[in-house]
């Protein structure tokens, strides 16, 4: 602490029995004035007053060779300050003690030993170490194991003894105030001998990094141009004490905790006359304690150090403040799989759990099979030399703080969820894919010009425009707006000409084969029968229902062909049975062609409950007899329900006029099957029900297109109109069952013909 004051014999103008020896004796006390000056001249001991007024006394030790304001580096009394106008006197008693008394009687400072015998002397070392030393030159006491705020080069700072914290430096309460102040530093009392902490009261507030644990460990700091401080740090077992010594072998280094609650490393420059300071902890905001908050680390490798996220986490806030710390992109879970991500050059957070005699199979074992345990880190000591501990296993459960990285930190392992996750894209992993995509859009158009002048398979092109331009309205479906095409040549070959021992099945939209492609898997080739009447509007339905149902992971759509008027349909091939068999394998109708919209037929095709009551009932279809179906398909999937199920609750005769009532009630979520309601938003499957309302709905006219369909179930902000009561339940009087008695009884003696396969 370089001063702005003089030491009170320079005010008594050395003029009066001003005493400049290095010792002090039973005979010989130090009174105001007095000075012990070491033998070599570095040191010197005496009384100051931090203030212009001398009303508050103490004793203390300072440089004596250096120009300028005094540099306190040792105190005795410093909270029993010797008040003006008491007179001080430091003596030896008969008892061989040091006293520091008052000319009013009070004793503010001493050192009792209750030594035997006589003739002790206090003398001032060199190295600025005050001893009180027999006449067997055995030394009873020495300032050095006492400091306050500075430790001097040779000084042995003892940091633990016997797993409890020993020595502890305190600051100065002001830049003029000797006393005990706030901030102090010390061994962490819960692992002195790993790690050292400056604190705030009783808070930390910097913590420096983490001890291997070796016995014996150091480094090197230049001083100046010329000067090398070493630091030692020696682990005896029941002591571990740190040490400096400066390559010089000069006296002019110190360490000091300052009244702002910094340590500082401080070397004299002879040039400028000035402490320089050569390194201080904290010296950026982010060293602060837990300044960065849980799960993130002050990185020191970059030129303005900053706060970081670990990896596998980001921001709380959402911003780079870091002011909630970080969190998990992935959280973990007791009994899902988990991994250990290595981490370089970290300074390791705190409040770790140090657990002995483990290797590093056994320290990593120690925390997977601990599922709380959320990092660890290991040192190897094996080299150190003869220890009852070779290793250091460190793990950590809950958050990890005050972490950071540098150029000379270790390694640490931190636990992660097995899903992998990417950290938030650059700027330049999102622009690169959208100019990659954007050529790639370019060289499809020039492609598509080109082919198009030459006029080659204008047709087959035209078809699958369409096909193309249905998907492009659904969001669903942005990523999947092109499917893949796939040559007839290729389909020959992997269903072997359309091999009968290929054969899985056939239905109303034609035949069903087993295929394998070169690089895929087995898949399903769907033949569509030629001259049908199967129109492109029901194909480009055929290939929408598919690609819905690979979105809901239930089936996926690999590829088309068109081969002149007969279309195909390549997709996932279903060992366990195709998709029909859980969805009561029903079959739809094949109703018109291409250039039809409304038509009617002698005979009736298709099941029972999914066709709508204008075609089961007079045989007319329209675009909207699909949409009918669908609507039933779609309830059934949301309750899990058969259109006509035994489950139902009895009074209700079908899917159609149970979800009608509840519905109707604002009991909808009661339709609902609990496996949907666990897997789904419960907003997205009440909307689902009201669409399927809407598409069961009595009048054809009613009814929206399957366009508006996929509208409503994709959109959630297109307004959907009130559904009207479906026929089936209108009908609950006496005369309607009569009327549906007979509508059943007409449809029986239609043919139906169920698809054998989908």
Request: some cysteine; charged content about 20%.
């Amino acid at each position: 602490m370089a001063m702005r004051y003089i030491p009170i014999f320079i005010l008594l103008f050395l003029s009066s029995s001003c005493k400049s020896d290095d010792q002090l004796t039973h005979t010989k006390p130090l009174t105001l004035g007095d000075t012990l000056i070491s033998n070599g001249g570095g040191f010197a001991l005496g009384f100051f007053s931090p203030s212009s007024s001398n009303t508050s006394l103490y004793l203390g030790i300072w440089y004596h060779n250096i120009p300028g304001p005094i540099t306190i580096v040792w105190v005795a009394n410093r909270d029993n300050p010797i008040l003006a106008p008491s007179s001080p006197v430091l003596a030896i008693t008969n008892s061989s003690d040091l006293v520091l008394s008052d000319s009013q009687g009070r004793t503010p400072w001493a050192v009792k030993k209750n030594s035997t015998g006589a003739g002790a002397t206090a003398v001032l070392l060199d190295e600025g170490n005050l001893v009180l030393r027999l006449p067997n030159g055995k030394i009873t006491w020495q300032s050095f194991d006492h400091p306050t705020d500075t430790v001097l080069p040779k000084m042995r700072f003892l940091v633990s003894y016997k797993a409890k914290v020993a020595m502890r430096l305190v600051a100065w309460k002001g830049p003029d105030d000797p006393s005990s102040g706030d901030f102090s530093c010390s061994g962490d009392p819960s692992s002195p001998d790993l790690q050292f902490v400056t604190w705030n009261k009783t808070e930390p507030y910097c913590r420096l990094t983490v001890r291997s644990g070796k016995s014996v460990s150091g480094g090197t700091y230049l001083t100046n141009t010329s000067s090398v401080l070493y630091q030692t740090s020696v682990n005896s077992g029941d002591e571990f004490y740190v040490t400096y010594t400066i390559s010089d072998n000069s006296t002019l280094m110190r360490l000091m905790i300052d009244y702002t609650g910094k340590l500082k490393y401080l070397s004299w420059n002879r040039h400028t006359s000035s402490w320089a300071i050569f390194g201080e902890h904290p010296y950026v905001p982010c060293e602060l304690y837990a300044s960065c908050g849980p799960f993130s680390y002050c990185d020191f490798t970059q030129i303005t150090p900053a706060c970081q996220c670990l990896d596998g986490f980001e921001p709380d806030d959402g911003v780079n403040f870091f002011s909630k710390g970080c969190y998990r992109q992935e959280a973990l879970k007791c009994g899902k799989q988990s991994h250990f991500a290595p981490l370089s050059g970290m300074k390791v957070p705190d409040n770790f759990f140090h657990i002995r005699n483990r290797s590093l199979d056994e320290c990593a074992a120690e925390c997977s099979r601990n599922c709380s345990c959320t990092a660890y880190a290991y040192s190897d000591l094996s080299s150190a030399g003869a220890m009852a501990d070779p290793s250091r296993c460190l793990v950590w459960s809950g958050e990890l703080i005050d972490a950071g990285k540098s150029t000379s930190g270790e390694n640490m392992y931190i636990r992660l969820a097995n899903s992998p996750v990417n950290k938030k894209p650059t700027t330049e992993q999102i622009l690169l894919p959208i100019i990659a995509f954007l050529l790639l859009l370019a060289c499809i158009a020039l492609v598509g010009i080109y082919k198009y002048k030459a006029g080659k398979w204008r047709k087959k092109k035209n078809q699958k425009k369409l096909m193309l331009g249905y998907f492009s309205t659904s969001k669903e479906l942005e990523g999947n707006s092109t499917v893949p095409s796939v040559t007839f040549e290729d389909i020959l070959s992997a269903t072997n000409f359309f091999a009968d021992s290929n054969l899985l099945g056939r239905g109303g939209f034609g035949k069903v084969y087993k295929g394998t492609f070169e690089g895929e898997n087995v898949v399903a080739v769907k033949r569509l029968s030629q001259n049908s009447g199967q129109g492109t509007v029901e194909f480009r339905n055929e290939v929408v229902l598919i690609a819905k149902l690979q979105h809901k992971n239930l089936v996926r759509l690999l590829g088309c062909c068109i081969h002149g008027d007969e279309k195909l349909l390549i997709y996932e091939y279903l060992p366990n049975k195709s998709l029909d068999s859980y969805l009561f394998d029903f079959g739809m109708a094949r109703i018109f062609g291409a250039n039809q919209n409304q038509a009617n037929t002698n005979r009736v095709v298709g099941t029972y409950g999914y066709m709508s009551p204008e075609y089961a009932m007079r045989g007319a279809f329209s675009v909207k007899s699909d949409t009918y179906s669908f609507g039933v398909l779609l309830l059934e999937i949301v309750s899990g329900l058969k259109i006509s199920s035994p489950q139902l609750i009895a009074n209700f005769s079908s899917l159609i006029t149970y979800a009608w009532r509840l519905w109707e009630d604002e009991k909808a979520t009661e339709l609902v099957d609990c496996s949907v309601v666990a897997s789904c938003p419960l907003h997205e499957v009440l909307r689902c029900i009201h669409v399927g309302l809407l598409c069961v709905q009595d009048h054809p006219n009613d009814r929206p297109l399957m366009s508006s369909v996929m509208n409503m179930i994709e959109n959630e902000n297109a307004l959907l109109p009130t559904p009207k009561q479906p026929i089936y339940f209108a009908e609950s009087n006496y005369e309607g069952a009569e009327a549906r008695e007979s509508m059943e009884n007409s449809v029986n003696e239609m043919s139906i013909t169920t698809l054998e396969g989908r």
